[in-house]
């Protein structure tokens, strides 16, 4: 896998959840530099120029390109004023839902995608809606395999596998879904309860809301088959270990 080469710098009127958010976007995405710069100097509820400011030239410095996310109001004109001076540096600002575009961004610069890409993710993850649904009983593990050779297509493979994790489809599972997706040459579809999503979106695949026990089917071009394979078997083994 591609050595990250973005990071990201989440700033919130909040320190506290800057932190929090960095906390939990690290644990899926380990490899990926992710600054929080939330509150005042002090501690205090509100943003400051000059922690956002070191923040980003910190990243800057060890030459990563930057994705900039922030909560709401001040924080955006914070953001905004710091990066007068910084037009010719490789930051992108987002205006995203914090949360949610900083777990699709991190995914993404963990898999490799360059800054463009990256900030694509986090803008993306404002049409994501993740769904909730009660986990089901403890899965066994089940498959089945068919290759669909209609003439009028390329060559298909599909999976069918039971969720093992007991978070189902969310969270760390879905990263290292969408980390060996990203390895496949078309795209690998995961399809549960009528709805699909791009395995290798961490966001699309938590939306799915697939819980412990349900079953997913997988398909895409037969020529990515090993990769299909790897992912059913992960997901019908547990990937939350």
Known sequence: MAQPHVGLVLVSHSAKLAEGLAELAAQMAP??????????EDGAIGTSYDLIDTAINDLLSQELGVVVL??????????????????DEPV????????????????????GDDLAAVATAAAKAIDVFVASKS?????????????????ATKESYSRTVTVADAAGLHARPASKVAEMAAAADGDIIISFDGEEAEADSAMMLMS??????????????????????????????????
């Open 31 to 40: 490899d990926v530099t992710i600054r929080p710069a939330g509150g005042l």
């Open 70 to 87: 922030t909560d709401i109001g001040s924080a955006t004109m914070t953001v905004e004023s710091v990066l007068e001076f910084l037009d």
């Open 208 to 241: 799915l809301g697939a819980s412990q026990g349900d079953s997913v089917a997988l398909s895409g071009e037969v020529d990515d088959t090993p990769v299909i394979d790897q992912i059913a078997d992960a997901i019908a083994q547990g990937l939350d270990d």
């Open 135 to 151: 986990s089901g009983s403890a899965a066994t593990i089940e498959s089945e395999s068919t290759v669909d050779t209609t003439p």
């Open 92 to 111: 992108a600002f987002v205006d995203a839902p914090l949360v949610e575009a900083a777990i699709a961004a991190a995914t993404a610069a963990q898999q």
